[in-house]
């Protein structure tokens, strides 16, 4: 999988610091108050599971899954597959954690959706922001890190299916996309 990968745009270490620094924020902007964690799946898996590790105030977990049809490259029609129930959403302060904003509709169209559901507030983090991608207005309260346009993989985020098990943030070399 190593060999797949053309240079490492993000590695473990720093990863693990900007995670860290989310953390921090996070406690701090949420202590004393209920909250609930929404990871959207599956890219998100990893960046949650690391991230609400590192916040020591109590916090509940829910998960989200949507995906695009069409080439990656364009905003794709988007389908819901899942969003956390009524329970578990009405009146609730709500942290959405997304891998990658991309084009924006897919956080923006989560966010609303849990609006919808009776939500009491609605905050953003994404591990990875692209915002010369942006295809509607929508910024994420919190963000790790800030790539430029190119594809990455790794951390979660996956190529094909592939590639969400490296541990650190990598560009693909183009023998590997097919
Ligand atoms: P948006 O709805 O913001 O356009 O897209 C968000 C989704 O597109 C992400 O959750 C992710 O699945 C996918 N995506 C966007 N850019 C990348 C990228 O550079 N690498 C990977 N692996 N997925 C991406
Ligand atoms: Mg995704």
Same mark, same amino acid.
């Given at each position: 999988m190593n060999h797949d990968i053309e240079r490492v745009l993000i590695p473990e270490g720093e990863i693990l610091? @900007?995670?860290e620094r989310l953390a921090r924020e996070i406690t701090e902007f949420y202590r004393g108050s209920e909250f609930t964690v929404v990871? &959207? #799946?599956? @890219?998100s898996c990893i960046f949650a599971s690391d991230l609400i590790r590192r916040i020591p105030i109590p916090l509940e977990l829910a998960f989200a899954a949507a995906h695009s049809y069409g080439a990656r490259t364009e905003a794709g029609e988007l389908s819901i597959d899942l969003l956390p129930t009524g329970n578990e959403v009405r009146g609730r302060r709500i942290l959405l954690v997304d891998d990658i904003l991309d084009t924006g509709q897919t956080l923006k169209r989560l966010k609303d959706e849990l609006l919808a559901s009776g939500a009491g507030e609605v905050r953003t983090c994404v591990f990875l922001d692209k915002p010369s991608r942006r295809a509607l207005e929508f910024e994420a309260d919190l963000r790790a890190f800030e790539v430029d346009n190119l594809f990455v993989v790794g951390y979660g985020l996956d190529y094909a299916g592939r590639y969400r098990n490296l541990p650190y943030v @990598? &560009? #693909?070399r183009d023998a590997a996309i097919s």
């Amino acid at each position: 999988m190593n060999h797949d990968i053309e240079r490492v745009l993000i590695p473990e270490g720093e990863i693990l610091a @900007g995670v860290e620094r989310l953390a921090r924020e996070i406690t701090e902007f949420y202590r004393g108050s209920e909250f609930t964690v929404v990871s &959207v #799946l599956k @890219g998100s898996c990893i960046f949650a599971s690391d991230l609400i590790r590192r916040i020591p105030i109590p916090l509940e977990l829910a998960f989200a899954a949507a995906h695009s049809y069409g080439a990656r490259t364009e905003a794709g029609e988007l389908s819901i597959d899942l969003l956390p129930t009524g329970n578990e959403v009405r009146g609730r302060r709500i942290l959405l954690v997304d891998d990658i904003l991309d084009t924006g509709q897919t956080l923006k169209r989560l966010k609303d959706e849990l609006l919808a559901s009776g939500a009491g507030e609605v905050r953003t983090c994404v591990f990875l922001d692209k915002p010369s991608r942006r295809a509607l207005e929508f910024e994420a309260d919190l963000r790790a890190f800030e790539v430029d346009n190119l594809f990455v993989v790794g951390y979660g985020l996956d190529y094909a299916g592939r590639y969400r098990n490296l541990p650190y943030v @990598g &560009v #693909l070399r183009d023998a590997a996309i097919s």
